[in-house]
């Protein structure tokens, strides 16, 4: 995923689905210097790791 659309989902009033490893995320922040995002699985909140933006795929409904 690119930097700007990630930016979007991050500030969209709605739910996107974003998936990193197959599994459905979260995006907390996107880290522009780094093209990276904090992020947690929707099922697991207490988990947050920081994954490279490339690994983060939309998931077309």
Same mark, same amino acid.
């Given at each position: 995923?690119?930097? @700007? /659309?990630?930016?979007?989902?991050?500030?969209?009033?709605?739910m996107i689905n974003v998936?990193?490893?197959?599994? %459905?995320? +979260?995006?907390?922040?996107?880290? @522009? /210097?780094?093209?990276?995002?904090?992020?947690?699985?929707?099922?697991?909140?207490?988990i947050v790791q920081e994954? %490279?933006? +490339?690994?983060?795929?939309?998931?077309?409904?």
């Open positions: 995923m690119n930097k @700007e /659309r990630a930016k979007e989902i991050f500030h969209s009033d709605e998936t990193h490893d197959q599994r %459905p995320i +979260y995006i907390e922040e996107v880290i @522009e /210097r780094s093209e990276t995002a904090r992020v947690h699985p929707v099922d697991q909140p207490n994954v %490279p933006l +490339y690994d983060l795929k939309e998931q077309q409904e």
